[in-house]
């Protein structure tokens, strides 16, 4: 089993749609939890990290179930430029990304 | 602010050869580094990291080899590729040991072994 499970999708949503994307890791000594984005060919560059309490960035709100070791990702109002892939990712030590395999998301006009 | 850079963008690479790519950061001292390879298709893996000059931690036993020669340079290197070693390769830095710190990645080389 992975430590991070991403579904590869990809989700398919027509602008201005509302898409959510989920994530489990396995371990419970996981220490902090971000969102990234890859496009094509592109590096990872981060969306935003993932606090207990919940947090929104604009369009976007992410979500930390400790106790379920979920984590969530919604966009509201798609865009076509939301268009690509979100990574989850947990870090487990001080140095340790653990890296899902990505959710790919396609924005359709 | 920081930047980092990394070269060259692409490489192709018979079997057998060396390999050299290089990482610099900008605008910080003493980061903390890492270099990744992403394999087609799949998710980032952590090859090594750095916490200080000729400090290297190995994550995964490999053909590959880390070098921190300068504080804000780090190099990955192979004496004899390997057609498993193709991947995209992403060098990236954070400011510290904090869990919450997080981690900014370079534009990647993409290398590919024929």
């Known amino acids: 089993r992975k430590e991070v499970e991403q579904d590869p999708g990809p989700f398919n949503v027509p602008e201005g749609a509302t898409v959510a994307f989920n994530c489990t890791y396995s371990?419970?000594?996981?220490?902090?939890f971000f969102w990234y984005r890859q496009d094509c060919r592109k590096e990872p560059k981060l969306l935003m990290s993932?606090?207990?309490s919940g947090n929104e960035d604009g369009r976007f709100t992410a979500q930390l179930n400790r106790a379920s070791q979920y984590i969530s990702l919604l966009i509201r109002d798609s865009k076509l430029s939301d268009s690509a892939t979100y990574l989850c990712?947990?870090?487990?030590?001080?140095?340790?990304?653990?890296f899902g395999s990505g959710t790919r998301l396609l924005v359709r006009p | 602010s920081q930047t980092i850079h990394q070269w060259p963008a692409t490489l192709v690479q018979p079997v057998g050869s060396p390999l050299s790519l290089e990482c610099t950061v900008e605008?910080?001292?003493?980061?903390?580094l890492y270099w990744y390879r992403q394999a087609a298709g799949r998710g980032l893996q952590l090859l090594f990291y750095?916490?200080?000059?000729?400090?290297i931690s190995s994550e995964v036993p490999q053909n590959l080899s880390a070098s921190r020669p300068q504080d804000r340079q780090f190099i990955l290197s192979s004496k004899k590729l390997l057609l498993s070693d193709s991947g995209f390769y992403l060098c990236?830095?954070?400011?510290?040991?904090?869990?919450?710190?997080?981690?900014?990645f370079g534009p990647g080389t993409r290398l590919t072994v024929l």
């Open positions: 990236a830095w954070s400011a510290g040991a904090d869990p919450a710190d997080t981690q900014y």
């Open positions: 371990n419970s000594a996981s220490q902090s």
């Open positions: 993932v606090y207990s």
């Open positions: 990712v947990v870090k487990r030590s001080s140095y340790k990304l653990i």
């Open positions: 605008g910080t001292s003493n980061p903390n």
């Open positions: 750095s916490v200080g000059i000729g400090q």
